[in-house]
Nanobody, 120 residues
Framework: QVQFVESGGGLVQPGGSLRLSCAAA??????????MGWYRQAPGKQRELVAH???????NYADSVKGRFTISRDNAKNTVYLQMNSLKPEDTAIYYC????????????WGQGTQVTVSS
């Protein structure tokens, strides 16, 4: 079973930036075979897909973050990143990483995530 550990969240002002990291534990050299995604869950809302990156590096983004967020990966480090620029209060959420697709509503498939709070 693959486990992902998110880090890099914090409290930032609107317009600020954060860089999130997602480290894959116990995945060995097969991490490069995974399509990876960043997800988020805002208070009172369901978990949603923010961005995902294919094994070859192609990316897709939700309309709400397109042009502001950049997902990338370093297969040698078993790590996925999410560069978040021009942050808005509506970006406030717990951010998770996982494979894509992933069962959005099944809690057993998700780690603790990392909290991103955008507030002045």
């Amino acid at each position: 079973q693959v486990q992902f550990v998110e880090s890099g969240g914090g409290l930032v002002q609107p317009g600020g930036s954060l860089r999130l990291s997602c480290a894959a534990a116990a995945s060995g050299s097969i991490f490069r075979l995974y399509v990876m995604g960043w997800y988020r869950q805002a208070p009172g809302k369901q978990r949603e897909l923010v961005a995902h990156i294919f094994t070859g590096g192609s990316t897709n983004y939700a309309d709400s973050v397109k042009g502001r967020f950049t997902i990338s990966r370093d297969n040698a480090k078993n790590t996925v990143y999410l560069q978040m620029n021009s942050l808005k209060p509506e970006d406030t959420a717990i951010y998770y990483c996982n494979t894509h697709p992933a069962p959005l509503s099944s809690q057993a498939y998700w780690g603790q995530g990392t909290q991103v709070t955008v507030s002045s």
